[in-house]
T-cell receptor
């Protein structure tokens, strides 16, 4: 069964204290891995797409990396406005299936950055 | 603002009732997705429509149905409601058809409470 597990569930950082969020996945075949950010009371907001092991993407203080079994979201020198829940999702490849938008999401990591 | 509009934002109803959630995708987006978010299950894919046709189906209950209309807006119908159906229901849209890039644009959700 395709599965996504994120850790930790919650993370508290001081402003400027860098850290990483983990997303481990089990899928029969990976089409893509995605990171989203969700603020309270809002819908998720797309951050990154990663397709193959070794790929990296960056945006401001965020950097996403991918291996064959997990992805990391590195947060460098975070600011209070980076506080949010970060969701990891995978799109699994199944023989005979078309490329659809059926994503499997993890439970998320809730990040709080204190000034 | 993602450009995806969902109504209503909040809905309180009783067990056994039927409700309809509505979604207007971003201008130009042909695909519409419905996701359910609950505290214990996280974000779960329900169904995807592309240009009026069903494209992919998740673990959507038989009591739930959806459709996408010629103007591309979509409705999710939930019937014979149970307490466990209480959740946030998100609609998302994307422009692609055959080549999904992972970038979904989510609305702000419809919060359903079943009493």
């Amino acid at each position: 069964e395709d599965q996504v597990t994120q850790s930790p569930e919650a993370l508290r950082l001081q402003e400027g204290e860098s850290s990483s969020l983990n997303c481990s996945y089990t899928v029969s075949g990976l089409r893509g891995l995605f990171w989203y950010r969700q603020d309270p009371g809002k819908g998720p907001e797309f951050l990154f797409t990663l397709y193959s092991a070794g790929e990296e993407k960056e945006k401001e203080r965020l950097k996403a990396t991918l291996t064959k079994k997990e992805s990391f979201l590195h947060i460098t020198a975070p600011k209070p406005e980076d506080s949010a829940t970060y969701l990891c999702a995978v799109q699994a490849f199944h023989r005979g299936s078309s490329n659809t938008g059926k994503l499997i999401f993890g439970q998320g990591t809730t990040l709080q950055v204190k000034p | 603002d993602s450009g995806v509009t969902q109504t209503p934002k909040h809905l309180i109803t009783a067990t056994g009732q039927r409700v309809t959630l509505r979604c207007s995708p971003r201008s130009g987006d042909l695909s519409v997705y419905w996701y359910q978010q609950s505290l214990d299950q996280g974000l779960q894919f329900l169904i995807q429509y592309y240009n009026g046709e069903e494209r992919a189906k998740g673990n959507i209950l038989e009591r739930f149905s959806a459709q996408q209309f010629p103007d591309l807006h979509s409705e999710l119908n939930l019937s014979s409601l149970e307490l466990g159906d209480s959740a946030l229901y998100f609609c998302a849209s994307s422009v692609e058809g055959g080549s999904f890039t992972g970038e979904l644009f989510f609305g702000e959700g419809s919060r359903l409470t079943v009493l």
